[in-house]
C-alpha cells in the first residue's frame, strides 16, 4: 500500500497510529525528567505547577505540564534553558525577539542530526532524491531556514546549490545552466524569480526544475497556483519555527492538503489562547508544540502563537503521522515579512529612540502581484520632528529607515504622514494593517 | 528685522490644500505669499500671512503640524537683475540659502524675496551693508 509514495522514513511516517503514541509517551516521560534534572528554570516551573516527572506517564498526560513562551526565552536569555554544557553545543541560530533580545536556539550534534533527518523527511515528500539538483535560496546565517534545508538535502545526499537569498539574475542563471530540479526560498521569492526569469527571457515550461519547498513565511492557495503557473513546478509549504528546531518541524507531501507533522519529534497540541485548554478535535486555534528528542533547547509545549488546526483523518499519501493546516494567522502581532519575524514593539522602540516620545505609527503589509512582502512604516509628523526644510524631513525618513533596518535586518520603506491621518480606534490604536491575501 | 513664515507639513492627498486654505479664511486671516516644496508622498506650504499668530491657532486647530519659521523678507528692483543682486550679497559672504520665493507687491514697482538662511544675523548685516532694503514684520504684514 502507497509503496509508490516518496518517502524519507517509512518506518515513522506510516507508522500504525498505536505504535506511534507509545513512541511519544515514553519519549515525553524523558523529556520531562531531563528538564526537570537539567534546567532549573523549568524544575521551578514544574514544582510551581506542582508536576513531578512521575506524574507523566504517557502522552495523555500532557496537558498537566505548563506550557512555555517566548517570555521563558526572554527571560532565561541567551542559553539558560540549554539543558546541556556549552561543551555539548555545535550550533547556535538566532531570530528576532519582541524587544531587541533576539531568540537563542542551540543545538548538539544529535539535534543536529535530528533536524537534519526531518528536512530529509520534508524533502522527500516532494520526490527529492539523489541526483536531484536542489538550490537553496533560503538565506544562510542565524536564520534557520538555509543551513536546515542544506542538511536535509545533504542528508539525502542531493546535489546542495547554495545560493542563499538575493542576487535573482544570478539565482536564474544558476537555474537555467546548471539545470536546477528542486528549489527552496520563500514563496515570495518564488515569485520574483519567476518574474525576473521571464524578464531573462526565460521560459520556465523548458526548465527542468520539478518542485519548490516554500516557507518562512504565510501564504495562501492562490499564491501556491500563482506560483506553480510561473515556475511550472510543485510548490510545497513547509513549517517550522526556530524555538522547536527551525524548518522541518511540518511539511506538505504532493497530496498538498495539509502539512504533516514530524510528530515523533515534535509533538502537537491545539489549544484555545484564552483559556489554554485543548480545542475540539478539528477545531482551529493556537499551536503548541513540545520537543521529544531535542537534547540542547528541550521545549515543554511551546505556544508557537500561530493558527492553525490538526487533521485526524488519514492523508492520501498514505502516511500515518497527521497533519496540521497550513498557518492562517497569528494570535500576537507578530508580523513575518520576507522571513523575518516583526514584532510593532519593536518599530516603535526605534521611533522611539529617534522623538524621544512614541509617535504615532502605522505598519502596512503588502505583497505587490508577483513581488515581494513589503513593509511600510507610517509615521506621524510632530512639530517636534516637522521642519519647513525638506532636506531635513527626507533626513529623517531616512534615519528611521536606516535604523529600523539596522535593528530588525529588514529594509522597509518609511512614510510621513499629517497627524491624526491615521486611524484610530477606540483604545488601542490600529498599528498593523495587512494587506497581503492570506486566503485565511 | 526678520518676518515669521507659517510652515504646514501636508501629505500629497486630495483636498488637503483646500483644507488649508478655508482654515485660513474663517480666521480672516490674509496670505500674502506662498510657496509650496513636494515630494511624492508629502509637501511643505510656506505662508506669508498679515497676522501670523491667528494663522497658526487656526491651523493647528484644524489638525495640522505647523512650524513658525525666522525669514528675511527683501525688498528688490523688478527689473531685469534685481534678484541677481541681492544674491550675490549672500554668497559673497558664504551664506547658505536653504530656500527662495518671491512675489510682487501692490505697488508693483518693486518685488519682495523671501530668504530662508540658517544664519539670520550674518544675512541681515550682509544684505544692510550691501544696500539692500530689509521689510519689517509691520511692514510685511502691512503690504
Known sequence: MHESTPCWNREIEFMAPDQLRALQSDRLREV????YEKVPYYRQKLDDAGVRPQDIKSIEDIGRLPFTTKEDLRETYPFGLFAVPMEEIVRIHAS?????????????????????????????????????????????????????????????????IPTSGGQTK??????????????????????????????MGVNFADL?????????????????????????????????????????????CLEKSGLHINEDHFYPEIIDPETGEPVPESQPGELVFTTLTKEALPLLRYRTRDISHVIAEPCGCGRTIRRMRRVTGRTDDMLIIRGVNVFPSQIEEVLMGIEETTPNYVLVVDRKPRGMDELEVQVEVSEKTFSDEMSRLEVLSERIQSEIESTLGLRVSVRLVEPKSLARSMGKAKRVIDRRDLGT | MTAIQISVFLENKSGRLSEV?????????????????????????????????????????????????????VEMPDRPGGL??????????ELNIEYLYAFVGQRGENAIVIFRIDDVSAAISALQEGGARILSADELSAI
Open chain 1, 32 to 35: 520531562v525528567k531531563l528538564v
Open chain 1, 96 to 160: 528576532s525577539g519582541t524587544t531587541g533580545k533576539s531568540t537563542v536556539v542551540g543545538y548538539t550534534k544529535h539535534d543536529v542530526e535530528t533536524w537534519a533527518e526531518v528536512m530529509a523527511r520534508t524533502l522527500a515528500a516532494g520526490g527529492t532524491h539523489r541526483g536531484d539538483l536542489l538550490q537553496n535560496s533560503y538565506g544562510y546565517g542565524l536564520f534557520t531556514g538555509g543551513l536546515g534545508a542544506h542538511y536535509g538535502a545533504e542528508r539525502i545526499g542531493t546535489s546542495v
Open chain 1, 170 to 199: 544570478r539565482q536564474v542563471q544558476i537555474l537555467q545552466d546548471f539545470g536546477t530540479t528542486v528549489l527552496c526560498c520563500t514563496p515570495s521569492y518564488a515569485l520574483v524569480i519567476g518574474e525576473v526569469g521571464r524578464e
Open chain 1, 208 to 252: 527542468p526544475l520539478r518542485v519548490g519547498f516554500f516557507g518562512a513565511e504565510p501564504w495562501s492557495p492562490t499564491m501556491r497556483q500563482e506560483i506553480e503557473s510561473s515556475l511550472h513546478a510543485h510548490a510545497l509549504d513547509i513549517y517550522g519555527l526556530s524555538e522547536i528546531i527551525g524548518p522541518g518541524v511540518s511539511f506538505e
Open chain 2, 21 to 73: 486654505t478655508h482654515a485660513l479664511a474663517e480666521a480672516g486671516v490674509n496670505v500674502r505669499a506662498l510657496s509650496l516644496a513636494e515630494t511624492i508622498d508629502y509637501g511643505v506650504l510656506r505662508l506669508i500671512v498679515d497676522r501670523p499668530g491667528e494663522a497658526k491657532e487656526a491651523l493647528n486647530g484644524a489638525g495640522f503640524t505647523v512650524t513658525e519659521t525666522e525669514v528675511i523678507a
Open chain 2, 84 to 93: 541677481a543682486g541681492i544674491v550675490d550679497l549672500l554668497t559673497q559672504r
